[in-house]
């Protein structure tokens, strides 16, 4: 091969990889520019083509995003989102004390009733106490030093994204997550329905609400753009809207139990009540279908459900399910820093005031829940049959839970 034809290679094989960036790139953070008609105005990111003159300089595509990623950071905005302003100075670290300050940054023009006041404050607070918990060193629980690189992926697939109004919604089982999916999918207008997107949250079918392909979640990044990936999911991180949707950790577990467990549900009766079944209640013979089961009487009780939960054998098998497992693990609020945190006990307010915040509650409404919702006032009935000594050890197994999202310790379960 002459020289000259190994330089036009090269020149060619450049090329291709700089337009493959510039795709990359645009596509991801770019496309939420597009839409500027629905969405508020976000900070403008036009590092990456500028970002570029640099580029020869640089041997590994890793390094070279991670410029990108820096320098489109670095970019101070003249044009920031009322939210992001509003939540993210009133969170940055160390913790802002003055409350002050964040109420007169915000525009109150459209919204100056008490209602949002309250909203806000109450915002301030529970991220103050996240923010507090996760950087008290003598407060600790698994995962909880590890940094964002050392998520692995499939740690991250709960985290949908919608693109069009740069919004990331942690998903947690059992805490009103089908209808938050539903709003999700409605936002990024990723479900037709005979060609048009869905506009009611309500319309969406169930069945399609849980498929994950219906979502923007990391592993279809991954799938798309492999190592670039995470670096994608990081600028995300870092310029959309993030929020998710907590919940009293016992009272999540009775729900749990009462949707997986009380319900026939074929898939949790093969895949977790046989099991429990066999171990914690000597059963040998069980039938293999969920109405047999329940016709001969053979339910898993609330006081298996618990023992399989503090059964280390348990975790060996397998990551505990999605629907009891801690939201520590499945969202990672030391990790990201989440711009809201609802909670159900407060829906329906939380509810409206995020979807204001994000500036879509003219867009949509949240679908009130008219399901019979597990009370907490239930929970010392639930627990009044499982031994003292279980109720301690499962509340240090949700103790991040209860701490980090601000539940009290339920003494009274606690003690005898
Ligand atoms: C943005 O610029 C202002 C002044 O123009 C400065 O005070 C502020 O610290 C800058 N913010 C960032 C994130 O660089
Ligand atoms: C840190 O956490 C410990 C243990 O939970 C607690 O006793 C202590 O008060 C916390 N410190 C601060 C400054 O919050
Ligand atoms: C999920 O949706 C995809 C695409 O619409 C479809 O091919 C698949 O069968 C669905 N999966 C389930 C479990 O319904
Ligand atoms: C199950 O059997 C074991 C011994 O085989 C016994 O010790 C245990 O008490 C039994 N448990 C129940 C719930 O019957
Ligand atoms: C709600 O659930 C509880 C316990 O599962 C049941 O006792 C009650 O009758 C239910 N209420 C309604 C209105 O369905």
């Known amino acids: 091969m002459t020289k000259a034809r190994l330089l036009r290679l090269s020149v060619v094989l450049v090329s291709v990889f700089m337009i493959l960036l510039i795709i990359v790139y645009w ?33 590994d595509v890793d390094e070279f995003l991670a410029k990108l990623l820096s320098s489109s950071l670095k970019q101070n905005t003249s044009v920031p989102r009322k939210t992001e302003q509003l939540l993210v100075q009133g969170s940055n670290k160390p913790v802002v004390s003055n409350l002050e300050e964040n109420v007169r940054g915000y525009d109150w023009s459209t919204h100056k009733d008490r209602n949002s006041l309250d909203q806000e404050k109450l915002q301030v607070e529970r991220q103050r106490t996240l923010r507090e918990f996760c950087a008290n060193s003598s407060f600790t629980f698994p995962t909880k030093e590890r940094s964002f690189d050392d998520i692995p992926n499939y740690e991250l697939n709960h985290l949908i994204v919608d693109d069009r109004h740069g919004v990331i919604y ?19 207008e990723s479900l037709l329905d005979q060609g048009v997107p869905y506009r009611n949250p309500l319309d969406i079918p169930r069945e399609h609400v849980h498929n994950t392909s219906t979502h ?5 990044f991954w799938r798309r753009y492999g190592k670039f990936s995470r670096h994608l999911m990081k600028i995300k991180l870092k310029k959309y809207t993030k929020f998710l949707f907590v919940r009293d950790p016992f009272v999540r577990l009775i729900s749990a139990f009462r949707s997986k467990f009380e319900l026939e549900n074929e898939d949790f009766y093969r895949r977790f009540a046989i099991p429990m079944l066999k171990l914690y209640s000597n059963h040998t013979n069980l039938p293999t279908s969920v109405s ?24 060996k098998m397998a990551p505990f399910n999605e629907h009891w497992r801690q939201v520590y693990r499945l ?51 639930w627990f009044a049959k499982i031994p ?7 509340y240090k197994l949700y103790e991040a839970d209860f701490v980090l999202f601000g539940y009290p310790k339920p003494e009274n379960l606690l003690k005898d």
């Not at 942690?170 to 539903?182: D, G």
């Open 170 to 188: 942690c998903y947690v089982p059992k805490v009103a997550c089908t209808n938050w999916k539903r709003v999700m999918i409605v936002l990024s």
């Open 27 to 59: 596509d991801n953070v770019g496309t939420a520019h597009f839409y500027l008609h629905t969405s508020f105005s976000r900070p403008r990111s036009p590092g990456a083509i500028t970002a570029g003159e640099d580029w020869e300089a640089l041997p």
């Open 216 to 220: 923007l979640t990391f592993n279809k």
């Open 292 to 315: 047999e089961a329940f016709g001969a009487g053979l339910k898993v009780s609330f006081s298996d459900f618990i023992q399989y939960l503090l059964d280390p054998r348990t975790e």
């Open 388 to 394: 003292l000594a279980w109720r301690q050890q499962l």
């Open 331 to 381: 969202c990672h609020p030391c990790q990201i820093d989440y711009d809201f945190i609802g909670k159900l006990e407060t829906l329906d307010e939380d509810a409206a005031y995020l979807l204001q915040l994000l500036k879509v509650d003219r867009l949509l409404r949240f679908p009130p829940s008219y399901r019979n919702r597990t009370a907490s006032s239930w929970e010392d009935n």
